[in-house]
Nanobody, 115 residues
Framework: QVQLVESGGGLVQAGGSLRLSCAASGIIVSINTMAWYRQAPGNQRELVARIGSGGWTNYANSVKGRFTISRDNAKNTVYLQMNDLKPEDTAVYYC?????????WGQGTQVTVSS
């Protein structure tokens, strides 16, 4: 069974940092393009960052220079380091494939940034 479990969210003040984790089972993150997405209340889910099997990365313009996506192949885990957080980053964050057929969405992890 393929499963993605997100963790690491929380409440942080503007300018602070968080690191999100996505533990994968049933899928090998190193040979898949993996991504982080987020959904704020009343908004559609949006792509935040992707990492390809070759290690390339790309980011939404709104987070470029502040967020870093990475993975640990040994732990089969994808991370999102978020620095200089802003109130507009407040959302539920999810991980999933970055291309192709999506895996069933997990519960996500809530990130709340206070001003």
């Amino acid at each position: 069974q393929v499963q993605l479990v997100e963790s690491g969210g929380g409440l942080v003040q503007a300018g602070g940092s968080l690191r999100l984790s996505c533990a994968a089972s049933g899928i090998i993150v190193s040979i898949n393009t993996m991504a982080w997405y987020r959904q704020a209340p009343g908004n559609q889910r949006e792509l935040v960052a992707r990492i390809g099997s070759g290690g390339w990365t790309n980011y939404a313009n709104s987070v470029k220079g502040r967020f870093t996506i990475s993975r640990d192949n040994a732990k089969n885990t994808v991370y999102l380091q978020m620095n200089d957080l802003k109130p507009e980053d407040t959302a539920v964050y999810y991980c999933n494939r970055g291309t192709g057929e999506m895996i069933s969405w997990g519960q996500g992890t809530q990130v709340t940034v206070s001003s």
